[in-house]
Protein backbone atom coordinates (compact mmCIF):
# COMPACT_ATOMS: atom_id res chain seq x y z
CA UNK A 1 0.00 0.00 0.00
CA UNK A 2 1.69 3.51 -0.80
CA UNK A 3 0.68 5.86 0.94
CA UNK A 4 -0.41 9.67 0.36
CA UNK A 5 2.57 11.20 0.95
CA UNK A 6 5.10 9.17 -0.28
CA UNK A 7 4.61 10.46 -4.06
CA UNK A 8 7.14 13.11 -4.40
CA UNK A 9 7.75 15.93 -7.22
CA UNK A 10 10.55 15.50 -9.49
CA UNK A 11 13.00 17.99 -8.72
CA UNK A 12 13.92 20.44 -11.71
CA UNK A 13 17.15 19.26 -13.70
CA UNK A 14 19.71 22.35 -12.97
CA UNK A 15 20.48 23.63 -16.46
CA UNK A 16 24.64 22.80 -17.68
CA UNK A 17 26.31 26.44 -17.51
CA UNK A 18 29.43 26.04 -20.12
CA UNK A 19 30.22 29.70 -19.32
CA UNK A 20 33.32 29.10 -17.54
CA UNK A 21 34.63 25.81 -19.66
CA UNK A 22 33.90 28.39 -23.32
CA UNK A 23 35.79 31.49 -21.62
CA UNK A 24 38.76 28.99 -19.95
CA UNK A 25 38.87 27.74 -23.69
CA UNK A 26 39.06 31.16 -24.96
CA UNK A 27 41.87 32.21 -22.69
CA UNK A 28 44.05 29.16 -23.64
CA UNK A 29 43.12 29.77 -27.16
CA UNK A 30 44.65 33.62 -26.43
CA UNK A 31 47.30 32.56 -24.77
CA UNK A 32 48.04 29.59 -28.19
CA UNK A 33 48.06 32.60 -30.47
CA UNK A 34 50.05 35.53 -28.47
CA UNK A 35 52.90 32.68 -27.74
CA UNK A 36 52.74 31.62 -31.52
CA UNK A 37 52.92 35.08 -32.88
CA UNK A 38 56.12 36.20 -30.94
CA UNK A 39 57.95 32.80 -31.74
CA UNK A 40 57.03 33.27 -35.34
CA UNK A 41 58.22 36.40 -35.58
CA UNK A 42 61.33 35.97 -33.72
CA UNK A 43 62.49 32.07 -34.99
CA UNK A 44 60.66 31.96 -38.36
CA UNK A 45 58.22 29.13 -38.85
CA UNK A 46 60.54 26.33 -39.35
CA UNK A 47 62.14 27.45 -36.52
CA UNK A 48 59.29 27.15 -34.52
CA UNK A 49 57.61 23.93 -32.97
CA UNK A 50 54.30 22.96 -31.77
CA UNK A 51 56.25 22.16 -28.56
CA UNK A 52 57.34 25.50 -27.91
CA UNK A 53 54.35 27.34 -28.60
CA UNK A 54 52.92 24.80 -25.96
CA UNK A 55 55.41 25.23 -22.89
CA UNK A 56 55.36 29.16 -24.07
CA UNK A 57 51.40 29.18 -23.85
CA UNK A 58 51.45 26.97 -20.84
CA UNK A 59 49.10 24.25 -22.58
CA UNK A 60 49.82 20.89 -23.94
CA UNK A 61 50.61 20.11 -27.49
CA UNK A 62 47.62 17.96 -27.82
CA UNK A 63 45.19 20.63 -27.26
CA UNK A 64 47.13 22.79 -30.00
CA UNK A 65 46.83 20.12 -32.12
CA UNK A 66 42.92 19.48 -31.10
CA UNK A 67 42.42 23.31 -31.63
CA UNK A 68 44.33 24.23 -34.84
CA UNK A 69 45.48 20.37 -36.11
CA UNK A 70 48.97 21.74 -37.22
CA UNK A 71 51.17 24.37 -37.05
CA UNK A 72 50.19 25.94 -40.16
CA UNK A 73 46.48 26.46 -38.94
CA UNK A 74 48.17 28.06 -35.80
CA UNK A 75 50.16 30.58 -38.09
CA UNK A 76 46.64 30.96 -40.17
CA UNK A 77 44.88 31.76 -36.43
CA UNK A 78 47.51 33.94 -35.81
CA UNK A 79 46.92 35.76 -39.18
CA UNK A 80 43.53 36.41 -38.90
CA UNK A 81 43.66 37.60 -35.29
CA UNK A 82 46.67 40.05 -36.77
CA UNK A 83 44.36 41.36 -39.27
CA UNK A 84 41.16 42.46 -37.09
CA UNK A 85 43.36 42.91 -34.09
CA UNK A 86 41.10 40.96 -31.24
CA UNK A 87 39.68 37.76 -30.83
CA UNK A 88 35.70 38.80 -31.63
CA UNK A 89 35.59 37.79 -35.19
CA UNK A 90 34.24 40.59 -36.80
CA UNK A 91 35.21 40.75 -40.18
CA UNK A 92 37.79 43.32 -41.24
CA UNK A 93 35.36 45.17 -44.07
CA UNK A 94 32.85 45.86 -41.11
CA UNK A 95 35.93 47.47 -39.15
CA UNK A 96 37.11 49.90 -41.68
CA UNK A 97 35.88 53.71 -41.96
CA UNK A 98 33.09 53.44 -44.83
CA UNK A 99 33.93 55.13 -48.22
CA UNK A 100 30.21 55.90 -49.18
CA UNK A 101 30.00 59.59 -48.92
CA UNK A 102 32.80 61.32 -50.97
CA UNK A 103 31.32 64.39 -51.61
CA UNK A 104 33.07 67.53 -51.06
CA UNK A 105 35.08 67.76 -48.28
CA UNK A 106 34.54 64.58 -47.15
CA UNK A 107 36.57 62.77 -49.72
CA UNK A 108 39.87 63.42 -48.21
CA UNK A 109 38.98 62.76 -44.85
CA UNK A 110 37.46 59.22 -45.42
CA UNK A 111 40.46 58.35 -47.20
CA UNK A 112 42.59 60.10 -44.09
CA UNK A 113 40.62 57.38 -41.90
CA UNK A 114 40.82 54.38 -43.84
CA UNK A 115 44.60 55.11 -44.55
CA UNK A 116 44.61 54.96 -40.53
CA UNK A 117 42.84 52.04 -40.44
CA UNK A 118 44.75 50.20 -43.11
CA UNK A 119 48.26 51.22 -41.58
CA UNK A 120 46.90 49.72 -38.23
CA UNK A 121 45.73 46.76 -39.56
CA UNK A 122 49.27 46.38 -41.85
CA UNK A 123 51.22 47.17 -38.82
CA UNK A 124 49.62 44.57 -36.91
CA UNK A 125 49.64 41.77 -39.88
CA UNK A 126 52.73 42.55 -42.16
CA UNK A 127 55.04 40.11 -39.97
CA UNK A 128 53.13 37.69 -39.70
CA UNK A 129 52.73 37.60 -43.71
CA UNK A 130 56.75 37.45 -43.81
CA UNK A 131 56.80 34.60 -41.83
CA UNK A 132 54.02 33.33 -44.11
CA UNK A 133 56.23 33.99 -47.20
CA UNK A 134 59.32 33.18 -46.44
CA UNK A 135 57.70 28.98 -45.31
CA UNK A 136 55.70 29.37 -48.13
CA UNK A 137 57.83 27.15 -50.86
CA UNK A 138 58.54 24.38 -48.23
CA UNK A 139 55.00 24.12 -46.39
CA UNK A 140 51.68 23.32 -48.94
CA UNK A 141 49.48 24.57 -46.44
CA UNK A 142 50.83 28.00 -46.57
CA UNK A 143 50.23 28.15 -50.13
CA UNK A 144 46.68 27.71 -49.14
CA UNK A 145 46.42 29.85 -46.68
CA UNK A 146 48.28 32.58 -48.94
CA UNK A 147 45.60 31.84 -51.57
CA UNK A 148 42.90 32.27 -48.88
CA UNK A 149 43.87 35.49 -47.75
CA UNK A 150 44.03 37.16 -51.22
CA UNK A 151 40.28 35.77 -52.17
CA UNK A 152 39.29 37.69 -48.33
CA UNK A 153 41.42 40.63 -49.24
CA UNK A 154 40.21 40.96 -52.78
CA UNK A 155 36.72 40.57 -51.57
CA UNK A 156 36.77 42.92 -48.96
CA UNK A 157 38.11 45.86 -51.35
CA UNK A 158 35.11 45.46 -53.89
CA UNK A 159 32.85 46.14 -51.15
CA UNK A 160 34.86 49.21 -50.37
CA UNK A 161 35.14 49.64 -54.42
CA UNK A 162 31.25 48.93 -54.58
CA UNK A 163 30.32 51.95 -51.75
CA UNK A 164 32.59 54.27 -53.63
CA UNK A 165 30.08 53.55 -56.69
CA UNK A 166 31.08 52.98 -59.90
CA UNK A 167 30.25 56.45 -61.20
CA UNK A 168 33.44 57.81 -58.38
CA UNK A 169 36.09 56.15 -60.36
CA UNK A 170 38.23 58.04 -62.64
CA UNK A 171 37.52 57.71 -66.42
CA UNK A 172 38.23 54.40 -68.00
CA UNK A 173 38.37 52.54 -65.08
CA UNK A 174 36.88 49.53 -64.32
CA UNK A 175 34.91 48.23 -61.18
CA UNK A 176 37.35 45.40 -61.37
CA UNK A 177 40.25 47.05 -61.71
CA UNK A 178 39.74 49.21 -59.20
CA UNK A 179 39.15 46.32 -56.98
CA UNK A 180 43.14 44.68 -58.05
CA UNK A 181 44.31 48.94 -57.53
CA UNK A 182 43.04 48.78 -54.08
CA UNK A 183 43.93 45.42 -53.33
CA UNK A 184 47.53 45.53 -54.68
CA UNK A 185 47.64 48.64 -52.98
CA UNK A 186 46.63 48.15 -49.41
CA UNK A 187 48.34 44.40 -49.11
CA UNK A 188 50.79 44.17 -46.32
CA UNK A 189 53.23 43.58 -49.04
CA UNK A 190 53.55 46.85 -50.20
CA UNK A 191 53.54 48.02 -46.16
CA UNK A 192 56.37 45.95 -45.40
CA UNK A 193 58.47 47.39 -48.78
CA UNK A 194 58.01 50.60 -48.04
CA UNK A 195 58.42 50.77 -44.41
CA UNK A 196 60.56 47.84 -43.39
CA UNK A 197 62.52 47.40 -46.96
CA UNK A 198 62.37 51.00 -47.51
CA UNK A 199 63.37 54.32 -45.53
CA UNK A 200 59.44 55.12 -45.19
CA UNK A 201 58.05 55.48 -41.27
CA UNK A 202 54.26 54.24 -40.83
CA UNK A 203 53.39 57.95 -40.35
CA UNK A 204 54.79 58.43 -44.16
CA UNK A 205 53.34 55.91 -45.45
CA UNK A 206 49.51 55.97 -44.07
CA UNK A 207 49.98 60.02 -45.50
CA UNK A 208 51.50 58.40 -48.78
CA UNK A 209 48.09 56.05 -49.07
CA UNK A 210 45.77 58.31 -47.86
CA UNK A 211 47.32 60.82 -51.14
CA UNK A 212 47.44 57.41 -53.17
CA UNK A 213 44.16 55.91 -53.05
CA UNK A 214 42.02 58.63 -54.20
CA UNK A 215 44.40 59.42 -57.03
CA UNK A 216 44.65 55.76 -58.44
CA UNK A 217 41.04 55.43 -58.01
CA UNK A 218 38.51 58.59 -58.18
CA UNK A 219 37.76 61.06 -60.80
CA UNK A 220 39.58 64.19 -60.52
CA UNK A 221 36.36 66.77 -59.90
CA UNK A 222 36.34 64.34 -56.90
CA UNK A 223 40.09 65.24 -55.56
CA UNK A 224 40.55 68.00 -53.36
CA UNK A 225 43.78 68.97 -54.61
Known sequence: MVSIGSASTPRPRRKYDNRRR????????RRIVDAAVALFIERGFGATSIDQIAATADVSPQ???????SKAGVLSAAIEVALVG?????AVVDRAPGLADISGDLCTARFADY??????????????IRVMEQATSSEPALK?????????????????IDQLGAESLRPGLATEH????MSMINTPYV???????GDLTADEYEQWLAHALPHL??????LSD
Open 22 to 29: RADAEARQ
Open 144 to 160: ELRSRLRDIQKADCRQW
Open 115 to 128: AKFIRALNERVAPL
Open 86 to 90: DHDGI
Open 191 to 197: YSLLTVD
Open 217 to 222: LLKPEL
Open 178 to 181: AVDV
Open 63 to 69: SIYATYG
